[in-house]
C-alpha cells in the first residue's frame, strides 16, 4: 500500500501542473480552457452580485455586528471563489478524460465550497438584496406550513445526511457516472445534487447543531461521514479494474494508465476528502470548548479607564 501511494503522489503533482497550464494534452485530448455553461455563469455572476448588494445594505443596519458580517463575507466569498474554480476552470473539462481530475472536482465542491458558502449564511443577505415589498412576500412564504415543513424536513441532520450518503453512492454506480460524461444535462443534476446535498449536510453540522445533543451529534456525522467516504475512496484505490470503461478509452495521461488514474482520484476521495472531516470535526470540538465572548457593555475596564 505504501509503495502505491509513493508511486500516485508524483503525478498527482504533474495532474495538478497540467490542469494550470490549460493546454491541450499532445495534441490529442479535449481542450482544457477557463469557461461554464452559460446558465452556470449567470447563476455564478447573480448569486455573488445578491450577496455584495444585500450585504450593502445590511452593514449601515448592523454596527453591532460588523465583525460578524465580515467573517461571513470572507467565508462566503471564498467558498464562492472555490465554487466558481470547480465549476469554471479546466478543472471541469479535465474530468471528462482523467478521473482524479473529476474526483478533485467534487471534493472542492463538496468539502470545501459547500461549508465556506454555509458559514456565509446566504439566504438572509440575499433576502436584504431584494426589494421592501419583495422581501415581505417572501418572509411570509417561508413562514408557510407547507414550506416550513418542508425545510426542516430536509434539513433535519439524519435526513441530511441521509441525502448526502445517497446522492455520493448512487451517483458513482458505473452506469449513473458515465451516463454523466456523455451527457451534459445528466452531469449537471450529478453536480447540483452533490452540491445540494453537501449544503444540507454541512448546515445540518454547522448551522443547526445546538446544545449538548446537537454537538455529539454533529461529531457522528462528521465521523460516519468520513467512514463512508473514506470506503468508496478505498474501493477505488484497491481495485485491479475500471470502475468506468470510458476513462479506460484514452492513453496514458501524465505518465498514468486509466486504472492508475482511478487509484489515484480514489487516493485524493480516502484521504485529502477524509481529512477534511477531521479538520472539521476539530474546528467544531474547539468552537465548542472556548469559552462565550462577552458582551461589550459587560467587558471589565482596562487599568487606564
Not at 455553461?37 to 455564478?44: D, I, Q, T
Not at 421592501?132 to 426542516?152: M, Q, V, Y
Not at 452531469?187 to 444540507?200: D, G, P, T, V, Y
Amino acid at each position: 500500500m505504501r509503495h502505491r501511494v509513493s508511486r500516485l503522489l508524483p503525478p498527482l503533482l504533474l495532474l495538478a501542473c497540467g490542469l494550470a497550464q490549460a493546454h491541450d494534452l499532445n495534441g490529442t485530448g479535449p481542450r482544457l480552457g477557463w469557461g461554464a455553461e452559460p446558465w452556470v455563469a449567470a447563476c455564478l455572476a447573480l448569486s455573488l452580485l445578491m450577496y455584495v448588494r444585500g450585504m450593502l445594505r445590511l452593514w449601515p443596519r448592523a454596527r453591532q455586528s460588523r465583525p460578524r458580517l465580515l467573517r461571513q463575507f470572507g467565508c462566503y466569498g471564498l467558498g464562492w471563489t472555490m465554487l466558481a474554480l470547480a465549476l469554471a476552470s479546466p478543472l471541469d473539462s479535465a474530468g471528462s478524460f482523467a478521473f482524479a481530475a473529476h474526483m478533485v472536482q467534487h471534493e472542492v465542491l463538496m468539502i470545501v465550497a459547500a461549508p465556506l458558502l454555509v458559514l456565509g449564511r446566504p439566504f438572509g443577505v440575499w433576502l436584504w438584496s431584494l426589494p421592501a415589498p419583495w422581501r415581505g412576500g417572501i418572509g411570509k412564504a417561508t413562514h408557510g406550513r407547507i414550506l416550513a415543513w418542508c425545510w426542516n424536513a430536509i434539513t433535519r441532520p439524519v435526513n441530511a445526511w441521509l441525502l448526502h450518503f445517497a446522492a455520493l453512492w448512487v451517483w458513482h454506480v458505473p452506469r449513473l457516472f458515465q451516463a454523466g460524461l456523455v451527457d451534459n444535462g445528466i452531469h449537471a443534476l450529478q453536480h447540483a445534487s452533490f452540491l445540494f446535498s453537501a449544503l444540507l449536510f454541512w448546515w445540518a453540522v454547522l448551522g443547526k447543531g445546538g446544545g449538548a445533543h446537537g454537538r455529539d451529534a454533529s461529531i457522528v456525522y462528521l465521523f460516519t461521514t468520513m467512514m463512508h467516504t473514506g470506503a468508496l475512496g478505498a474501493l477505488f484505490t484497491m481495485s485491479e479494474t475500471i470502475w468506468y470503461p470510458l476513462y479506460g478509452n484514452r492513453p496514458e495521461l501524465f505518465g498514468l494508465s486509466p486504472l492508475e488514474d482511478q487509484q489515484l482520484g480514489g487516493l485524493i476521495m480516502w484521504i485529502p476528502g477524509g481529512l477534511a472531516y477531521v479538520i472539521a470535526g476539530l474546528v467544531l470540538g474547539a468552537r465548542w470548548l472556548a469559552p462565550p465572548e462577552r458582551p461589550a457593555h459587560e467587558q471589565a475596564p482596562s487599568r487606564g479607564a
